[in-house]
């Protein structure tokens, strides 16, 4: 009998099962796809020598995770890359705001108006910042913060919705920028917790970068494998998990998918009826000829360009894909550009470059001429470099990955109490109504994001149990 198994190889399933293999458990992962990886893959899907990231890209979240850095995963291939710039947020006048790691840079961006609002709003957590991801990453909501003044703090900044945060800007830069930060997960700017949402990804910026993984988001999951078979555990692909009796005997199941997929296999019923979904992305992974041409120089230099005019633009795009059903005319889009700074992605000369735009749930229409049109708007001629281009809508990235329920690439909405509350109101969120049977996907908290963290906290509850039996 096996100590555990775990279903579905993502970064938070392979994490589980590497945080259980440490501790001396025995373990096997069983992956319905031909390759690990979930969301953190590399596919050759153009054309050959064009490396593309079908799903994650940026790793904002991936670098700054207590979970990866405790890991030996640099010994395993991992090597993260950096941008001269994290994230570049470019204006149709040609100038661009900039998420740098320097906090005074990042200031000067906004314009003197702002500078010292935001100097003010970032600076109080900086020299916190390890402790205060631990605690809003790890913590049990049954146990004690370990700075409970900064977390404090940070919830009193962070809980209101980003509308309010974004008040304390005076113009347009500052205010454009933070809308597009917290439209990383697709929550409405005036949702609970937004401001959380945005201030996080900013401070992530300043502590530690946006980077890319050389070679690709692949990287990330085949470092975790090969660490995971090191000690000893096992991987089987192509291997569906239907029901529970397709696993082996184990003493622990550990579910790396969507809790109505869970609920499914283990035959849980309406337990996780009230879960909710969230609208879908529309995905083009391009070939290109040459670098993208923004107007704007910070653009070239940054690994992450988001793409909206202005916080309007943003927000109305957010509502279109969200709350009214439609694909935005404009839509707010994000872009990573890895071979500027990993030579290894593309032929000499050549790049790749990553783009989504959000969509309602399930849409089936085609996204890209809009996306192209927005993008012409930033990098005029950018049509004109393009080699080949592979798209995916909601159909398509639901098919490829089960979790991704209408192409909801959070696999449940991040709205409302869900944001942090997911998959249910419990105080220990990993648990099922099974007593061996434990979700550790990104709709459980901390939520989604290449980061491993809801595997490592599910594991912390396997182990103990574990122990305890
Ligand atoms: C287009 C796109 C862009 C993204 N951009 C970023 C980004 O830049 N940065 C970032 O940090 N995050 C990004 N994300 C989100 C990130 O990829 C996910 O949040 C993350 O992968 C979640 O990890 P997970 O382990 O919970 O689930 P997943 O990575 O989804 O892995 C789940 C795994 O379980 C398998 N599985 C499901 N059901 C079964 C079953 N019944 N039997 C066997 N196996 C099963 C699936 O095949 C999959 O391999 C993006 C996602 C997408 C799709």
């Given at each position: 009998m096996l100590d555990a198994v775990v279903v579905g190889a993502g970064p938070n399933g392979l994490t589980a099962a590497v945080e259980l293999a440490r501790r001396g458990f025995s373990v096997a992962v069983f992956e319905a796809r031909d390759t690990v990886g979930g969301g953190a893959r590399t596919e050759e899907?153009?054309?050959?020598g064009f490396l593309h990231d079908p799903c994650s890209a940026a790793h904002p979240l991936g670098i700054n995770s207590p979970a990866f850095r405790a890991l030996p995963l640099e010994r395993y291939g991992l090597e993260w890359l950096h941008a001269e710039l994290p994230m570049a947020h470019p204006f149709t006048d040609g100038t661009a705001a900039v998420l740098s790691r320097s906090v005074a840079e990042t200031a000067a961006s906004f314009g003197p108006r702002d500078a010292g609002a935001y100097r003010r709003l970032v600076e109080p957590f900086l020299p916190k910042w390890d402790a205060l991801v631990r605690d809003f990453m790890?913590?049990?909501?049954t146990a004690l913060p370990r700075d409970p003044v900064t977390l404090a703090r940070f919830g009193l900044v962070g809980?209101?919705?980003a509308t309010w945060l974004m008040?304390?800007?005076?113009?347009?830069r500052a205010k454009t920028l933070f809308a597009g930060l917290v439209a990383h997960v697709m929550a409405p700017l005036s949702g609970f917790a937004t401001g959380a949402i945005g201030l996080v990804f900013a401070l992530a910026a300043h502590a530690r970068g946006w980077p890319v993984a050389r070679g690709g988001s692949q990287s990330i999951s085949d470092a975790l494998t090969a660490y995971l078979k090191d000690l000893g555990g096992t991987v089987h692909t192509d291997y569906e998990v239907k029901r529970l009796d397709d696993l082996p005997p184990a003493r622990a199941y550990i579910f790396d998918t969507s809790p109505t997929a869970l609920a499914r296999i283990a035959g849980f019923g309406d337990y996780y009826a009230g879960y909710r979904y969230g609208p879908g992305v529309f995905k083009i992974d391009y070939a290109l000829d040459g670098p993208v041409p923004w107007t704007a120089k910070e653009a070239r230099n940054a690994g992450t360009v988001q793409i909206g005019a202005d916080s309007a633009e943003i927000g109305t795009a957010l509502r279109a894909a969200s709350r009214e059903g439609r694909a935005p005319e404009k839509p707010f889009m994000i872009t990573v550009q890895p071979s500027v700074v990993d030579p290894t992605r593309a032929p000499a000369g050549k790049h790749v470059f990553w783009a989504y735009g959000h969509v309602p749930s399930g849409w089936t229409g085609d996204l890209t001429d809009a996306m192209e049109r927005q993008l012409e708007r930033f990098a005029p001629g950018f049509r004109d470099r393009v080699l080949a281009r592979a798209t995916a809508g909601p159909p398509e990235l639901a098919a490829r990955n089960a979790n991704y329920i209408g192409g909801d690439i959070a696999s449940g909405a991040v709205t409302g109490l869900q944001i942090m509350l997911r998959p249910k109101l419990s105080l220990f969120p990993y648990g099922t109504p099974h007593p061996a049977v434990f979700i550790c996907s990104s709709a459980t908290p901390p939520g989604p994001g290449v980061h491993g963290m809801s595997g490592h906290n599910a594991a912390k509850a396997v182990w103990r149990r574990l122990r305890q039996t």
């Amino acid at each position: 009998m096996l100590d555990a198994v775990v279903v579905g190889a993502g970064p938070n399933g392979l994490t589980a099962a590497v945080e259980l293999a440490r501790r001396g458990f025995s373990v096997a992962v069983f992956e319905a796809r031909d390759t690990v990886g979930g969301g953190a893959r590399t596919e050759e899907l153009t054309l050959p020598g064009f490396l593309h990231d079908p799903c994650s890209a940026a790793h904002p979240l991936g670098i700054n995770s207590p979970a990866f850095r405790a890991l030996p995963l640099e010994r395993y291939g991992l090597e993260w890359l950096h941008a001269e710039l994290p994230m570049a947020h470019p204006f149709t006048d040609g100038t661009a705001a900039v998420l740098s790691r320097s906090v005074a840079e990042t200031a000067a961006s906004f314009g003197p108006r702002d500078a010292g609002a935001y100097r003010r709003l970032v600076e109080p957590f900086l020299p916190k910042w390890d402790a205060l991801v631990r605690d809003f990453m790890a913590l049990p909501l049954t146990a004690l913060p370990r700075d409970p003044v900064t977390l404090a703090r940070f919830g009193l900044v962070g809980l209101p919705p980003a509308t309010w945060l974004m008040r304390r800007f005076r113009d347009e830069r500052a205010k454009t920028l933070f809308a597009g930060l917290v439209a990383h997960v697709m929550a409405p700017l005036s949702g609970f917790a937004t401001g959380a949402i945005g201030l996080v990804f900013a401070l992530a910026a300043h502590a530690r970068g946006w980077p890319v993984a050389r070679g690709g988001s692949q990287s990330i999951s085949d470092a975790l494998t090969a660490y995971l078979k090191d000690l000893g555990g096992t991987v089987h692909t192509d291997y569906e998990v239907k029901r529970l009796d397709d696993l082996p005997p184990a003493r622990a199941y550990i579910f790396d998918t969507s809790p109505t997929a869970l609920a499914r296999i283990a035959g849980f019923g309406d337990y996780y009826a009230g879960y909710r979904y969230g609208p879908g992305v529309f995905k083009i992974d391009y070939a290109l000829d040459g670098p993208v041409p923004w107007t704007a120089k910070e653009a070239r230099n940054a690994g992450t360009v988001q793409i909206g005019a202005d916080s309007a633009e943003i927000g109305t795009a957010l509502r279109a894909a969200s709350r009214e059903g439609r694909a935005p005319e404009k839509p707010f889009m994000i872009t990573v550009q890895p071979s500027v700074v990993d030579p290894t992605r593309a032929p000499a000369g050549k790049h790749v470059f990553w783009a989504y735009g959000h969509v309602p749930s399930g849409w089936t229409g085609d996204l890209t001429d809009a996306m192209e049109r927005q993008l012409e708007r930033f990098a005029p001629g950018f049509r004109d470099r393009v080699l080949a281009r592979a798209t995916a809508g909601p159909p398509e990235l639901a098919a490829r990955n089960a979790n991704y329920i209408g192409g909801d690439i959070a696999s449940g909405a991040v709205t409302g109490l869900q944001i942090m509350l997911r998959p249910k109101l419990s105080l220990f969120p990993y648990g099922t109504p099974h007593p061996a049977v434990f979700i550790c996907s990104s709709a459980t908290p901390p939520g989604p994001g290449v980061h491993g963290m809801s595997g490592h906290n599910a594991a912390k509850a396997v182990w103990r149990r574990l122990r305890q039996t």
